[in-house]
């Protein structure tokens, strides 16, 4: 089996399941697998010193992003969330917002302080350029329905970690959005899941691993990483019918598009 090119557009390696191997190591590991780029979601500030181990290590091959996970807004609190968009006027490396998003399926407490942290995050968005990777569980309608009402033609962003039915898909791609797939495809049971991913147009697909969560069907290591990229890769060739390197080949591609404008070093 050939070593292809991947971008993983989704894993939060510095999380401490993962961080057994250095950032050094962890590169050196990953470009033997064809991983060429692995980009980082923020979920809260107190990882940022985390993740930024990682992007020293190798600003081209480790990017960040900055954001606030739905589930830590609470946590965080307003004026800290606010308080965050110093280090987008300082600090110029960030390649988009995000993880930011609403999820329901954990708790339905704080819905209102999730609606407002994601409206801060999307005029960031909107402010600075930078694509916006959204969450949304149990949230999925009421969250392309905020996008509707912010779309303006000038939102780039993702849906990662994509679980929707037909209907919610045409609703974020008519919004020129892309939809980010992961391990979910790799279970044969995931059939309604599936046959939506196998409809999408190819070119508005990225690839994710969401490490250390959501490992694919038979992964044998502890904790799911990037490594994993490839398994997902070559499950989402065979669902779709593409010739393996094809589909890596626009998948490259489609990411640097959605990632890579304007993104300053």
């Not at 791609?173 to 059939?191: A, P, S």
């Not at 490490?211 to 992964?219: G, N, Q, T």
């Not at 044998?220 to 994993?228: A, D, G, I, M």
């Amino acid at each position: 089996m050939a070593t292809l090119p991947w971008i993983d557009t989704h894993a939060h390696i510095y999380d401490i399941s993962l961080s057994d191997k250095s950032p050094q190591l962890w590169y050196e590991k990953l470009k033997k697998e064809g991983i060429q780029q692995v980009y980082m979601p923020s979920i809260s500030s107190k990882y940022l010193d985390a993740m930024e181990l990682f992007r020293k290590n190798n600003p081209s091959f480790f990017k960040s992003m900055l954001g606030v996970h739905p589930c830590y807004v609470q946590e965080e609190g307003l004026k800290k969330i606010l308080n965050l968009e110093s280090l987008l006027q300082k600090k110029h490396f960030y390649i988009a917002i995000g993880e930011t998003g609403l999820d329901f399926f954990h708790s339905t407490k704080y819905k209102e302080l999730q609606y407002e942290a994601l409206t801060i995050q999307i005029n960031w968005a909107k402010k600075y350029n930078l694509p916006l990777v959204l969450h949304g569980r149990a949230s999925l309608d009421q969250l392309i329905e905020v996008l509707k009402r912010e779309q303006d033609g000038n939102i780039r962003a993702v849906f990662h970690c994509f679980t929707g039915n037909v209907k919610q898909a045409k609703e974020i791609l008519n919004l020129g959005f892309y939809i980010g797939v992961g391990g979910m495809i790799t279970f044969f049971n995931k059939r309604l899941l599936r046959n939506v991913i196998a409809t999408l147009p190819i070119d508005r697909i990225v690839l994710e691993t969401d490490s250390p969560f959501l490992a694919p069907a038979k992964y044998k290591e502890k904790h799911n990483s990037p490594l994993s990229l490839p398994i997902i890769g070559y499950a989402l060739s065979q669902l779709m019918g593409i010739p393996i390197s094809d589909l890596a080949r626009q998948l490259i591609k489609n990411s640097l598009k959605l990632f890579s404008s304007d993104v300053r070093e």
